[in-house]
Protein backbone atom coordinates (compact mmCIF):
# COMPACT_ATOMS: atom_id res chain seq x y z
CA UNK A 1 0.00 0.00 0.00
CA UNK A 2 2.60 2.67 -1.22
CA UNK A 3 0.20 5.09 -2.06
CA UNK A 4 -2.40 5.00 0.45
CA UNK A 5 -4.58 8.08 1.18
CA UNK A 6 -3.52 10.66 3.92
CA UNK A 7 -5.89 12.08 6.37
CA UNK A 8 -5.76 14.96 4.16
CA UNK A 9 -6.81 13.48 0.43
CA UNK A 10 -9.78 11.67 2.23
CA UNK A 11 -10.87 15.14 3.92
CA UNK A 12 -10.65 16.18 0.18
CA UNK A 13 -12.59 13.87 -0.67
CA UNK A 14 -15.31 12.74 1.48
CA UNK A 15 -15.10 15.85 4.20
CA UNK A 16 -17.73 18.11 2.78
CA UNK A 17 -19.87 15.55 1.69
CA UNK A 18 -19.82 13.92 5.51
CA UNK A 19 -20.51 17.96 6.51
CA UNK A 20 -23.37 17.65 4.24
CA UNK A 21 -24.97 14.78 5.00
CA UNK A 22 -24.48 15.28 9.05
CA UNK A 23 -26.20 18.50 8.49
CA UNK A 24 -29.35 17.21 6.71
CA UNK A 25 -30.02 14.92 10.01
CA UNK A 26 -30.66 17.94 12.22
CA UNK A 27 -31.79 20.69 9.24
CA UNK A 28 -35.26 20.25 10.54
CA UNK A 29 -37.23 23.38 12.69
CA UNK A 30 -38.45 21.72 15.95
CA UNK A 31 -36.31 22.19 19.23
CA UNK A 32 -34.81 18.74 19.19
CA UNK A 33 -33.31 19.18 15.34
CA UNK A 34 -32.54 22.96 16.11
CA UNK A 35 -30.80 22.00 20.05
CA UNK A 36 -28.95 19.05 17.97
CA UNK A 37 -28.41 21.64 15.16
CA UNK A 38 -26.57 23.97 18.23
CA UNK A 39 -24.70 20.99 19.39
CA UNK A 40 -23.05 19.90 16.04
CA UNK A 41 -22.21 23.27 14.83
CA UNK A 42 -19.72 24.30 17.91
CA UNK A 43 -17.47 21.79 15.36
CA UNK A 44 -14.98 19.44 16.45
CA UNK A 45 -12.70 17.43 14.06
CA UNK A 46 -14.98 14.91 12.67
CA UNK A 47 -12.40 12.01 13.37
CA UNK A 48 -14.78 9.68 13.82
CA UNK A 49 -16.74 10.52 10.34
CA UNK A 50 -13.65 10.48 8.05
CA UNK A 51 -12.02 6.94 9.47
CA UNK A 52 -14.43 4.93 8.05
CA UNK A 53 -14.27 6.71 4.63
CA UNK A 54 -10.89 6.12 5.16
CA UNK A 55 -10.06 2.71 5.92
CA UNK A 56 -12.82 2.12 3.31
CA UNK A 57 -10.71 3.88 0.74
CA UNK A 58 -7.25 2.08 1.76
CA UNK A 59 -8.24 -1.05 1.43
CA UNK A 60 -9.51 -0.22 -2.51
CA UNK A 61 -13.54 0.09 -1.44
CA UNK A 62 -15.02 2.89 -2.55
CA UNK A 63 -15.15 5.90 0.01
CA UNK A 64 -18.76 6.49 -0.62
CA UNK A 65 -20.07 3.16 0.64
CA UNK A 66 -18.97 4.58 3.96
CA UNK A 67 -20.14 7.66 4.25
CA UNK A 68 -23.82 6.56 6.02
CA UNK A 69 -21.18 4.64 8.44
CA UNK A 70 -18.78 7.90 9.17
CA UNK A 71 -21.91 9.65 9.77
CA UNK A 72 -23.53 8.04 11.93
CA UNK A 73 -20.72 7.45 14.14
CA UNK A 74 -19.90 10.69 14.24
CA UNK A 75 -23.24 11.44 15.58
CA UNK A 76 -23.12 8.76 18.26
CA UNK A 77 -19.70 10.32 19.84
CA UNK A 78 -21.74 13.49 19.50
CA UNK A 79 -24.53 12.10 21.49
CA UNK A 80 -21.70 10.92 24.38
CA UNK A 81 -19.97 14.05 24.42
CA UNK A 82 -23.63 16.34 25.17
CA UNK A 83 -24.80 13.26 27.95
CA UNK A 84 -20.68 13.63 29.06
CA UNK A 85 -20.96 17.26 29.72
CA UNK A 86 -24.35 16.74 31.90
CA UNK A 87 -22.28 13.87 33.51
CA UNK A 88 -19.62 15.97 34.46
CA UNK A 89 -21.21 18.96 34.90
CA UNK A 90 -18.79 20.96 31.82
CA UNK A 91 -20.18 24.08 30.93
CA UNK A 92 -18.16 24.84 27.99
CA UNK A 93 -17.65 22.43 25.14
CA UNK A 94 -15.67 23.68 21.96
CA UNK A 95 -15.72 27.31 23.44
CA UNK A 96 -19.37 27.33 23.48
CA UNK A 97 -21.84 26.88 26.19
CA UNK A 98 -22.76 23.16 27.05
CA UNK A 99 -25.85 22.55 25.71
CA UNK A 100 -27.88 21.17 29.24
CA UNK A 101 -26.74 25.20 29.83
CA UNK A 102 -28.56 26.71 27.18
CA UNK A 103 -31.57 24.59 27.56
CA UNK A 104 -31.16 22.54 30.54
CA UNK A 105 -30.47 19.00 31.54
CA UNK A 106 -33.60 17.30 30.82
CA UNK A 107 -33.14 18.60 26.95
CA UNK A 108 -29.38 17.68 26.94
CA UNK A 109 -30.61 14.53 28.07
CA UNK A 110 -33.12 14.22 25.12
CA UNK A 111 -31.03 15.64 22.64
CA UNK A 112 -27.78 13.12 23.20
CA UNK A 113 -30.74 10.34 23.19
CA UNK A 114 -32.07 11.46 19.94
CA UNK A 115 -28.29 11.70 18.46
CA UNK A 116 -28.12 7.55 19.08
CA UNK A 117 -30.62 7.19 17.01
CA UNK A 118 -30.34 9.07 14.22
CA UNK A 119 -26.62 7.73 14.22
CA UNK A 120 -28.07 4.17 14.50
CA UNK A 121 -30.50 4.74 11.48
CA UNK A 122 -27.75 5.94 9.45
CA UNK A 123 -25.42 2.54 10.14
CA UNK A 124 -28.35 0.76 8.84
CA UNK A 125 -28.30 2.17 5.66
CA UNK A 126 -24.47 1.24 5.20
CA UNK A 127 -23.59 -1.90 3.43
CA UNK A 128 -24.49 -5.04 5.56
CA UNK A 129 -25.88 -2.99 7.78
CA UNK A 130 -27.33 -4.96 9.88
CA UNK A 131 -23.91 -6.57 10.58
CA UNK A 132 -22.96 -3.26 11.32
CA UNK A 133 -25.65 -1.98 14.27
CA UNK A 134 -24.72 -5.24 16.07
CA UNK A 135 -20.98 -4.26 15.68
CA UNK A 136 -21.39 -0.47 16.71
CA UNK A 137 -24.09 -1.03 19.33
CA UNK A 138 -21.89 -3.50 21.35
CA UNK A 139 -19.01 -1.39 20.90
CA UNK A 140 -21.14 1.69 22.26
CA UNK A 141 -22.09 -0.71 25.33
CA UNK A 142 -18.54 -0.68 25.66
CA UNK A 143 -17.91 3.10 25.62
CA UNK A 144 -20.59 2.82 27.99
CA UNK A 145 -19.27 0.43 30.17
CA UNK A 146 -16.10 2.68 30.18
CA UNK A 147 -17.91 5.87 31.50
CA UNK A 148 -19.48 3.53 34.47
CA UNK A 149 -16.18 2.79 35.42
CA UNK A 150 -14.85 6.32 35.32
CA UNK A 151 -17.47 7.24 37.69
CA UNK A 152 -16.55 4.01 39.75
CA UNK A 153 -12.92 5.56 39.92
CA UNK A 154 -13.77 8.49 41.77
CA UNK A 155 -12.48 9.32 45.27
CA UNK A 156 -16.32 9.09 46.68
CA UNK A 157 -17.97 6.86 44.29
CA UNK A 158 -20.01 4.05 44.96
CA UNK A 159 -18.46 0.54 44.13
CA UNK A 160 -15.38 2.47 44.03
CA UNK A 161 -12.67 0.79 41.91
CA UNK A 162 -8.77 1.22 43.09
CA UNK A 163 -7.05 3.73 41.10
CA UNK A 164 -4.81 1.06 39.48
CA UNK A 165 -2.46 1.67 35.83
CA UNK A 166 -4.88 -1.71 34.58
CA UNK A 167 -8.18 0.10 35.74
CA UNK A 168 -7.28 3.43 34.28
CA UNK A 169 -5.95 1.77 31.08
CA UNK A 170 -9.27 -0.95 30.98
CA UNK A 171 -11.64 2.23 31.77
CA UNK A 172 -10.04 4.20 28.80
CA UNK A 173 -9.44 2.18 26.07
CA UNK A 174 -13.45 1.21 26.89
CA UNK A 175 -14.44 5.16 27.18
CA UNK A 176 -12.46 6.43 24.28
CA UNK A 177 -10.92 3.34 22.36
CA UNK A 178 -14.16 1.31 21.82
CA UNK A 179 -15.55 3.48 19.33
CA UNK A 180 -12.36 4.73 17.38
CA UNK A 181 -12.93 0.51 17.25
CA UNK A 182 -16.25 0.30 15.57
CA UNK A 183 -15.12 3.41 13.12
CA UNK A 184 -12.02 1.31 12.10
CA UNK A 185 -14.67 -2.22 11.72
CA UNK A 186 -16.88 0.16 9.99
CA UNK A 187 -14.57 0.77 7.27
CA UNK A 188 -13.35 -2.69 6.74
CA UNK A 189 -17.45 -3.92 6.77
CA UNK A 190 -17.61 -1.34 4.08
CA UNK A 191 -14.92 -2.61 2.01
CA UNK A 192 -16.01 -6.21 2.08
CA UNK A 193 -14.50 -7.75 4.65
CA UNK A 194 -16.94 -8.82 7.38
CA UNK A 195 -15.63 -12.56 8.72
CA UNK A 196 -15.56 -11.92 12.42
CA UNK A 197 -11.27 -12.13 12.53
CA UNK A 198 -10.83 -8.89 10.28
CA UNK A 199 -13.40 -7.55 12.52
CA UNK A 200 -11.60 -8.47 15.60
CA UNK A 201 -8.47 -7.04 14.41
CA UNK A 202 -9.94 -3.59 13.20
CA UNK A 203 -11.57 -3.17 16.62
CA UNK A 204 -8.40 -3.83 17.96
CA UNK A 205 -6.72 -1.27 15.74
CA UNK A 206 -9.22 1.21 16.62
CA UNK A 207 -8.90 0.53 20.63
CA UNK A 208 -5.11 1.30 20.47
CA UNK A 209 -5.38 4.49 18.83
CA UNK A 210 -8.00 5.60 21.17
CA UNK A 211 -6.20 4.94 24.13
CA UNK A 212 -3.05 6.82 22.72
CA UNK A 213 -5.54 9.44 21.84
CA UNK A 214 -6.44 9.41 25.57
CA UNK A 215 -3.17 9.25 27.08
CA UNK A 216 -1.15 11.95 24.96
CA UNK A 217 -4.40 14.22 26.34
CA UNK A 218 -3.61 13.64 30.02
CA UNK A 219 0.43 13.92 28.71
CA UNK A 220 -0.47 17.14 27.33
CA UNK A 221 -2.50 18.55 30.06
CA UNK A 222 1.27 17.97 32.11
CA UNK A 223 3.46 19.52 29.54
CA UNK A 224 1.33 21.33 26.86
CA UNK A 225 -1.08 24.25 26.06
CA UNK A 226 -4.67 22.82 25.94
CA UNK A 227 -6.14 25.74 25.25
CA UNK A 228 -6.79 25.92 29.14
CA UNK A 229 -5.11 28.39 31.69
CA UNK A 230 -2.68 26.63 33.08
CA UNK A 231 -1.17 23.07 32.78
CA UNK A 232 -2.76 20.37 35.30
CA UNK A 233 -5.78 21.04 34.97
CA UNK A 234 -6.77 17.93 35.26
CA UNK A 235 -4.90 17.11 39.05
CA UNK A 236 -7.51 20.29 40.18
CA UNK A 237 -10.30 18.66 38.90
CA UNK A 238 -9.24 15.10 40.45
CA UNK A 239 -9.30 13.19 37.21
CA UNK A 240 -7.58 10.00 37.24
CA UNK A 241 -5.27 10.11 34.65
CA UNK A 242 -2.59 7.36 32.98
CA UNK A 243 0.76 9.83 34.89
CA UNK A 244 -1.44 9.56 38.15
CA UNK A 245 -2.36 5.89 37.91
CA UNK A 246 1.20 5.08 37.05
CA UNK A 247 2.20 7.12 40.35
CA UNK A 248 0.37 5.19 42.56
CA UNK A 249 1.34 2.27 41.69
CA UNK A 250 5.14 2.91 40.92
CA UNK A 251 6.42 5.35 42.98
CA UNK A 252 7.58 5.66 46.16
CA UNK A 253 4.97 5.48 49.15
CA UNK A 254 4.95 9.30 50.35
CA UNK A 255 5.33 10.34 46.83
CA UNK A 256 2.58 8.32 45.51
CA UNK A 257 0.15 9.52 48.92
CA UNK A 258 0.75 12.93 48.68
CA UNK A 259 -0.27 13.06 44.80
CA UNK A 260 -3.21 11.23 45.88
CA UNK A 261 -4.11 13.57 48.34
CA UNK A 262 -3.64 16.59 46.04
CA UNK A 263 -6.08 14.67 43.03
CA UNK A 264 -8.70 13.92 45.81
CA UNK A 265 -8.93 17.35 47.03
CA UNK A 266 -12.17 18.42 45.87
CA UNK A 267 -11.84 21.00 42.66
CA UNK A 268 -12.77 24.44 44.75
CA UNK A 269 -10.12 23.65 47.40
CA UNK A 270 -7.34 22.48 44.88
CA UNK A 271 -4.93 25.80 45.47
CA UNK A 272 -2.39 26.15 42.35
CA UNK A 273 0.44 25.97 44.82
CA UNK A 274 -0.96 22.40 45.32
CA UNK A 275 -1.60 21.95 41.47
CA UNK A 276 2.35 23.13 41.37
CA UNK A 277 3.65 20.20 43.96
CA UNK A 278 1.88 17.86 42.16
CA UNK A 279 3.32 18.51 38.97
CA UNK A 280 7.03 18.13 40.99
CA UNK A 281 5.52 14.60 42.49
CA UNK A 282 4.93 13.11 38.77
CA UNK A 283 8.03 14.72 37.69
CA UNK A 284 9.99 13.43 40.37
CA UNK A 285 8.40 10.01 40.57
CA UNK A 286 9.36 9.24 36.74
CA UNK A 287 5.31 9.35 35.90
CA UNK A 288 6.02 11.99 33.31
CA UNK A 289 8.72 10.02 31.71
CA UNK A 290 7.44 6.70 32.08
CA UNK A 291 4.25 8.36 29.73
CA UNK A 292 6.49 9.77 27.05
CA UNK A 293 7.89 5.85 27.04
CA UNK A 294 4.97 4.66 27.05
CA UNK A 295 3.48 6.64 24.19
CA UNK A 296 7.05 6.18 21.85
CA UNK A 297 6.35 2.51 22.40
CA UNK A 298 3.02 2.71 21.41
CA UNK A 299 3.91 4.74 18.59
CA UNK A 300 6.39 2.35 16.99
CA UNK A 301 4.19 -1.11 17.62
CA UNK A 302 0.94 0.36 16.47
CA UNK A 303 2.39 0.30 12.48
CA UNK A 304 2.39 -3.72 13.03
CA UNK A 305 -1.25 -4.43 13.78
CA UNK A 306 -3.12 -5.18 10.89
CA UNK A 307 -5.18 -2.83 9.20
CA UNK A 308 -2.45 -0.03 10.13
CA UNK A 309 -1.65 0.91 6.84
CA UNK A 310 -5.35 2.08 5.74
CA UNK A 311 -4.77 4.80 8.16
CA UNK A 312 -0.97 6.50 7.19
CA UNK A 313 0.34 8.85 9.76
CA UNK A 314 -2.86 9.08 12.05
CA UNK A 315 -0.64 8.11 15.60
CA UNK A 316 2.24 10.69 14.88
CA UNK A 317 -1.22 13.09 13.96
CA UNK A 318 -2.64 12.28 17.41
CA UNK A 319 0.95 12.53 18.77
CA UNK A 320 1.39 16.07 17.31
CA UNK A 321 0.98 18.35 20.05
CA UNK A 322 2.99 16.43 22.70
CA UNK A 323 5.72 15.60 19.70
CA UNK A 324 8.74 18.20 21.01
CA UNK A 325 8.48 15.85 24.77
CA UNK A 326 8.66 12.45 23.07
CA UNK B 1 -58.79 -14.29 10.95
CA UNK B 2 -61.73 -16.50 13.26
CA UNK B 3 -59.07 -18.00 15.27
CA UNK B 4 -56.83 -15.28 16.46
CA UNK B 5 -53.96 -15.42 19.10
CA UNK B 6 -55.09 -13.55 22.12
CA UNK B 7 -52.74 -12.15 24.48
CA UNK B 8 -53.13 -14.42 27.08
CA UNK B 9 -52.36 -17.00 24.40
CA UNK B 10 -49.45 -15.06 23.33
CA UNK B 11 -47.86 -15.00 26.64
CA UNK B 12 -48.36 -18.52 27.78
CA UNK B 13 -46.43 -19.45 24.50
CA UNK B 14 -43.47 -16.61 24.22
CA UNK B 15 -43.54 -14.76 27.79
CA UNK B 16 -40.97 -17.20 29.39
CA UNK B 17 -38.35 -16.99 26.35
CA UNK B 18 -38.72 -13.44 26.43
CA UNK B 19 -37.99 -12.63 29.74
CA UNK B 20 -35.12 -15.46 29.52
CA UNK B 21 -33.86 -13.32 26.17
CA UNK B 22 -34.37 -10.01 28.16
CA UNK B 23 -32.57 -11.25 31.84
CA UNK B 24 -29.36 -12.83 29.66
CA UNK B 25 -28.89 -9.13 28.10
CA UNK B 26 -28.20 -7.62 31.64
CA UNK B 27 -26.71 -11.19 33.74
CA UNK B 28 -23.06 -9.86 33.38
CA UNK B 29 -21.75 -8.56 37.21
CA UNK B 30 -20.11 -5.60 36.07
CA UNK B 31 -22.03 -2.43 37.76
CA UNK B 32 -23.77 -1.33 34.50
CA UNK B 33 -25.21 -4.78 33.95
CA UNK B 34 -26.55 -4.79 37.72
CA UNK B 35 -27.56 -1.41 37.16
CA UNK B 36 -29.93 -2.67 34.22
CA UNK B 37 -30.73 -5.52 35.94
CA UNK B 38 -32.78 -3.51 38.92
CA UNK B 39 -34.09 -1.52 36.83
CA UNK B 40 -35.72 -4.68 34.69
CA UNK B 41 -36.50 -6.71 37.82
CA UNK B 42 -38.65 -3.77 38.54
CA UNK B 43 -41.44 -5.39 36.55
CA UNK B 44 -43.26 -4.09 34.32
CA UNK B 45 -46.28 -5.43 32.03
CA UNK B 46 -43.59 -6.32 29.06
CA UNK B 47 -46.51 -5.59 26.44
CA UNK B 48 -43.53 -3.91 24.03
CA UNK B 49 -41.75 -6.75 24.15
CA UNK B 50 -44.74 -9.39 23.12
CA UNK B 51 -46.52 -7.27 20.65
CA UNK B 52 -44.29 -8.09 18.04
CA UNK B 53 -45.10 -11.91 18.22
CA UNK B 54 -48.06 -11.21 18.78
CA UNK B 55 -48.85 -9.52 15.63
CA UNK B 56 -46.53 -11.78 13.83
CA UNK B 57 -48.18 -14.68 14.86
CA UNK B 58 -51.54 -13.74 14.10
CA UNK B 59 -50.30 -12.99 10.33
CA UNK B 60 -49.39 -16.26 10.22
CA UNK B 61 -45.91 -16.10 10.90
CA UNK B 62 -43.72 -17.77 13.37
CA UNK B 63 -43.66 -15.75 16.58
CA UNK B 64 -40.36 -16.90 16.89
CA UNK B 65 -39.17 -14.55 14.68
CA UNK B 66 -40.13 -11.69 16.33
CA UNK B 67 -38.94 -12.53 19.45
CA UNK B 68 -35.71 -9.85 18.77
CA UNK B 69 -37.68 -7.11 18.12
CA UNK B 70 -39.39 -8.11 21.01
CA UNK B 71 -36.56 -7.86 23.30
CA UNK B 72 -34.95 -5.02 21.47
CA UNK B 73 -38.13 -2.75 21.90
CA UNK B 74 -38.96 -3.93 25.98
CA UNK B 75 -35.00 -2.64 26.27
CA UNK B 76 -35.24 0.33 24.43
CA UNK B 77 -38.82 1.10 26.17
CA UNK B 78 -36.99 0.71 29.40
CA UNK B 79 -34.02 3.02 28.30
CA UNK B 80 -36.49 5.81 27.87
CA UNK B 81 -38.56 5.38 31.22
CA UNK B 82 -34.71 5.47 33.21
CA UNK B 83 -34.27 8.69 31.67
CA UNK B 84 -37.54 10.19 32.02
CA UNK B 85 -37.03 9.75 35.90
CA UNK B 86 -34.22 11.65 35.55
CA UNK B 87 -36.09 14.42 33.82
CA UNK B 88 -39.38 14.36 36.19
CA UNK B 89 -36.93 13.73 39.16
CA UNK B 90 -39.47 10.94 39.99
CA UNK B 91 -38.51 9.15 42.90
CA UNK B 92 -40.74 5.60 42.36
CA UNK B 93 -40.57 3.70 39.18
CA UNK B 94 -43.01 0.32 39.91
CA UNK B 95 -42.64 0.42 43.63
CA UNK B 96 -39.14 0.72 44.09
CA UNK B 97 -36.40 3.60 44.56
CA UNK B 98 -35.85 4.93 40.36
CA UNK B 99 -32.65 4.24 39.56
CA UNK B 100 -31.28 7.45 39.84
CA UNK B 101 -32.22 7.67 43.62
CA UNK B 102 -29.81 4.70 43.91
CA UNK B 103 -27.06 5.24 41.72
CA UNK B 104 -27.15 8.92 40.96
CA UNK B 105 -27.92 10.97 37.57
CA UNK B 106 -24.42 10.04 35.95
CA UNK B 107 -25.02 6.85 36.61
CA UNK B 108 -29.25 5.89 35.48
CA UNK B 109 -27.91 8.25 31.76
CA UNK B 110 -25.32 5.75 31.63
CA UNK B 111 -27.94 2.84 32.43
CA UNK B 112 -30.56 4.22 29.48
CA UNK B 113 -28.02 4.63 26.98
CA UNK B 114 -26.88 1.01 27.46
CA UNK B 115 -30.35 0.03 26.85
CA UNK B 116 -30.59 1.89 23.67
CA UNK B 117 -27.42 0.08 22.51
CA UNK B 118 -28.00 -3.45 23.78
CA UNK B 119 -32.00 -3.04 22.31
CA UNK B 120 -30.99 -1.79 18.97
CA UNK B 121 -28.43 -4.55 18.88
CA UNK B 122 -30.78 -6.91 19.10
CA UNK B 123 -33.89 -5.42 16.69
CA UNK B 124 -30.54 -5.86 14.39
CA UNK B 125 -30.58 -9.11 14.72
CA UNK B 126 -34.16 -9.56 13.54
CA UNK B 127 -34.93 -10.60 10.10
CA UNK B 128 -34.44 -7.73 7.59
CA UNK B 129 -32.32 -6.22 10.49
CA UNK B 130 -31.47 -3.18 8.85
CA UNK B 131 -35.01 -2.23 7.83
CA UNK B 132 -36.19 -3.04 11.08
CA UNK B 133 -32.94 -1.01 12.99
CA UNK B 134 -34.32 1.97 10.41
CA UNK B 135 -37.97 1.67 11.36
CA UNK B 136 -37.48 1.85 14.98
CA UNK B 137 -34.73 4.29 15.30
CA UNK B 138 -37.27 6.75 13.40
CA UNK B 139 -39.89 6.11 15.81
CA UNK B 140 -37.70 6.66 18.66
CA UNK B 141 -36.83 9.95 17.24
CA UNK B 142 -40.62 10.29 17.47
CA UNK B 143 -40.63 9.13 21.38
CA UNK B 144 -38.18 11.47 21.77
CA UNK B 145 -39.27 14.68 19.62
CA UNK B 146 -42.63 14.03 21.95
CA UNK B 147 -40.42 14.80 25.25
CA UNK B 148 -38.86 17.46 23.88
CA UNK B 149 -42.36 18.79 23.72
CA UNK B 150 -43.93 17.70 26.39
CA UNK B 151 -41.19 20.32 28.10
CA UNK B 152 -42.19 23.01 26.09
CA UNK B 153 -45.33 22.52 27.18
CA UNK B 154 -44.51 23.37 31.07
CA UNK B 155 -45.71 26.61 32.41
CA UNK B 156 -41.97 27.81 32.54
CA UNK B 157 -40.58 26.08 29.56
CA UNK B 158 -37.69 28.21 27.34
CA UNK B 159 -40.00 27.88 23.61
CA UNK B 160 -43.13 27.40 25.11
CA UNK B 161 -46.06 25.37 23.23
CA UNK B 162 -49.46 26.64 23.52
CA UNK B 163 -51.18 24.00 25.45
CA UNK B 164 -53.91 23.25 23.21
CA UNK B 165 -55.52 19.66 22.71
CA UNK B 166 -53.78 19.61 19.05
CA UNK B 167 -50.25 20.14 21.17
CA UNK B 168 -51.34 17.74 23.48
CA UNK B 169 -52.48 15.50 20.99
CA UNK B 170 -49.27 15.31 18.74
CA UNK B 171 -47.08 15.12 22.19
CA UNK B 172 -49.32 12.09 23.28
CA UNK B 173 -48.93 10.84 19.75
CA UNK B 174 -44.89 10.81 19.56
CA UNK B 175 -44.17 10.77 23.23
CA UNK B 176 -46.03 7.04 23.47
CA UNK B 177 -47.73 6.42 20.27
CA UNK B 178 -44.27 6.00 18.03
CA UNK B 179 -43.01 2.75 20.23
CA UNK B 180 -46.21 0.89 20.34
CA UNK B 181 -45.98 1.87 16.26
CA UNK B 182 -42.59 0.50 16.07
CA UNK B 183 -43.77 -2.96 18.10
CA UNK B 184 -46.66 -3.25 15.76
CA UNK B 185 -44.61 -2.61 12.43
CA UNK B 186 -41.83 -4.96 13.69
CA UNK B 187 -44.37 -7.93 13.80
CA UNK B 188 -45.10 -6.84 10.21
CA UNK B 189 -41.92 -7.18 9.35
CA UNK B 190 -41.35 -10.47 11.50
CA UNK B 191 -44.13 -11.76 9.19
CA UNK B 192 -42.15 -10.79 5.80
CA UNK B 193 -44.60 -7.94 4.91
CA UNK B 194 -42.07 -4.96 4.51
CA UNK B 195 -43.56 -2.85 2.30
CA UNK B 196 -43.35 0.89 3.02
CA UNK B 197 -47.81 1.16 3.12
CA UNK B 198 -47.29 -2.03 5.13
CA UNK B 199 -45.15 -0.36 7.13
CA UNK B 200 -47.08 2.88 7.63
CA UNK B 201 -49.87 1.29 8.20
CA UNK B 202 -48.77 -1.10 11.01
CA UNK B 203 -47.33 2.29 12.42
CA UNK B 204 -50.31 4.54 12.29
CA UNK B 205 -52.20 1.17 14.38
CA UNK B 206 -49.55 1.71 17.06
CA UNK B 207 -49.81 5.13 17.44
CA UNK B 208 -53.39 5.02 17.77
CA UNK B 209 -53.11 2.03 20.32
CA UNK B 210 -50.63 4.39 22.26
CA UNK B 211 -52.41 7.30 22.03
CA UNK B 212 -55.38 5.91 23.70
CA UNK B 213 -53.07 3.88 26.07
CA UNK B 214 -52.16 7.62 27.62
CA UNK B 215 -55.56 9.54 26.88
CA UNK B 216 -56.64 6.29 29.18
CA UNK B 217 -54.02 7.08 31.43
CA UNK B 218 -55.09 10.40 32.14
CA UNK B 219 -59.16 9.78 32.26
CA UNK B 220 -57.78 6.96 34.61
CA UNK B 221 -55.90 9.51 37.35
CA UNK B 222 -59.31 11.60 37.69
CA UNK B 223 -62.20 8.98 37.90
CA UNK B 224 -60.22 6.23 39.35
CA UNK B 225 -57.34 4.04 41.57
CA UNK B 226 -54.08 4.30 40.43
CA UNK B 227 -53.28 3.28 43.19
CA UNK B 228 -51.73 6.94 44.03
CA UNK B 229 -53.25 8.52 47.50
CA UNK B 230 -56.19 10.27 45.44
CA UNK B 231 -57.96 11.39 42.41
CA UNK B 232 -56.30 14.68 40.30
CA UNK B 233 -52.71 13.82 40.94
CA UNK B 234 -51.83 14.81 37.50
CA UNK B 235 -53.45 18.49 38.35
CA UNK B 236 -51.30 18.59 41.69
CA UNK B 237 -48.14 17.70 39.51
CA UNK B 238 -48.81 20.32 37.12
CA UNK B 239 -49.32 17.75 34.32
CA UNK B 240 -50.56 19.00 30.84
CA UNK B 241 -53.15 16.11 30.36
CA UNK B 242 -56.23 15.26 27.41
CA UNK B 243 -59.13 16.80 30.08
CA UNK B 244 -56.85 19.68 31.24
CA UNK B 245 -56.17 20.35 27.26
CA UNK B 246 -59.89 20.29 26.36
CA UNK B 247 -61.40 22.21 29.15
CA UNK B 248 -58.86 24.87 28.09
CA UNK B 249 -59.72 24.73 24.68
CA UNK B 250 -63.30 24.31 25.05
CA UNK B 251 -64.69 25.77 28.57
CA UNK B 252 -65.73 28.90 29.38
CA UNK B 253 -63.35 31.46 30.14
CA UNK B 254 -63.90 31.75 33.88
CA UNK B 255 -63.55 27.99 34.03
CA UNK B 256 -60.51 27.40 32.16
CA UNK B 257 -58.57 30.27 33.52
CA UNK B 258 -59.01 28.86 37.30
CA UNK B 259 -58.30 25.14 35.84
CA UNK B 260 -54.70 26.85 34.63
CA UNK B 261 -54.04 28.50 38.03
CA UNK B 262 -54.64 25.35 39.53
CA UNK B 263 -52.32 23.23 37.38
CA UNK B 264 -49.68 25.87 37.02
CA UNK B 265 -49.24 26.59 40.47
CA UNK B 266 -45.98 24.61 42.08
CA UNK B 267 -46.65 20.91 43.21
CA UNK B 268 -45.45 22.06 46.85
CA UNK B 269 -47.87 24.60 47.11
CA UNK B 270 -51.05 22.88 45.77
CA UNK B 271 -53.84 21.87 48.47
CA UNK B 272 -55.90 19.35 48.56
CA UNK B 273 -58.71 21.56 48.05
CA UNK B 274 -57.45 23.08 45.05
CA UNK B 275 -56.90 19.51 43.63
CA UNK B 276 -61.00 18.91 44.66
CA UNK B 277 -61.74 22.60 42.80
CA UNK B 278 -59.66 21.55 39.33
CA UNK B 279 -61.78 17.86 39.59
CA UNK B 280 -65.15 19.93 39.59
CA UNK B 281 -64.15 22.31 36.87
CA UNK B 282 -63.13 19.63 34.79
CA UNK B 283 -66.83 18.03 35.64
CA UNK B 284 -68.70 20.80 35.13
CA UNK B 285 -66.90 22.00 32.02
CA UNK B 286 -67.89 18.49 30.15
CA UNK B 287 -64.33 17.97 29.79
CA UNK B 288 -64.73 14.43 31.81
CA UNK B 289 -67.75 13.02 29.62
CA UNK B 290 -65.49 14.70 26.26
CA UNK B 291 -62.56 12.40 27.66
CA UNK B 292 -65.28 9.60 28.07
CA UNK B 293 -66.80 9.99 24.77
CA UNK B 294 -63.10 10.56 23.22
CA UNK B 295 -62.00 7.02 24.50
CA UNK B 296 -65.85 5.34 23.31
CA UNK B 297 -65.47 6.59 20.27
CA UNK B 298 -61.71 5.16 19.46
CA UNK B 299 -62.64 2.03 21.36
CA UNK B 300 -65.14 1.46 18.17
CA UNK B 301 -62.53 3.29 15.25
CA UNK B 302 -59.63 1.30 16.00
CA UNK B 303 -60.98 -2.02 15.02
CA UNK B 304 -61.83 -1.00 11.23
CA UNK B 305 -57.57 -0.53 11.17
CA UNK B 306 -55.26 -2.62 9.02
CA UNK B 307 -53.88 -5.01 11.25
CA UNK B 308 -56.27 -4.29 14.12
CA UNK B 309 -57.19 -8.07 14.22
CA UNK B 310 -53.58 -9.16 14.80
CA UNK B 311 -53.91 -7.71 18.49
CA UNK B 312 -57.28 -8.84 19.44
CA UNK B 313 -59.13 -7.55 22.39
CA UNK B 314 -55.34 -5.11 23.21
CA UNK B 315 -58.24 -1.53 23.32
CA UNK B 316 -60.50 -3.49 25.42
CA UNK B 317 -57.76 -4.41 27.64
CA UNK B 318 -56.08 -0.83 27.91
CA UNK B 319 -59.58 0.59 28.69
CA UNK B 320 -60.37 -2.30 31.62
CA UNK B 321 -59.15 0.48 34.19
CA UNK B 322 -61.57 3.03 33.04
CA UNK B 323 -64.63 0.73 31.95
CA UNK B 324 -66.72 1.67 34.83
CA UNK B 325 -67.07 5.10 33.29
CA UNK B 326 -67.34 4.62 29.61
Not at 28 to 53: C, F, Q, W
Not at 126 to 144: K, Q, Y
Not at 185 to 194: F, L, M, N, Y
Not at 294 to 318: E, F, K
Amino acid sequence: MTSALTLGAIRASVGLKLDRLLSAVVSGDNLLERMASYHLATGGKRLRAVIAPWVCANLGGDPADALAFGVGLELIHNGTLIHDDVQDGDEWRRGEPALWRKWGVAQAINVGDAMYFWGLEAVAQGPNGALAVGHVSRAVVGTITGQVMEFQLRPSAAEQLEPTLMAWVNTATAKTGALFGACVACGVIAAGEVEAEALVAAQELGEAIGLVFQVQDDFLDLVGDKGRERAGTDLKEGKLSFPVAWCYQNAAPDLSSRLQVIVDTPRAETTDAMVDEGLVVLEDSGAIEATADWLRNMRDSIGDQRYAATLPGIVDRILRPVAHRL
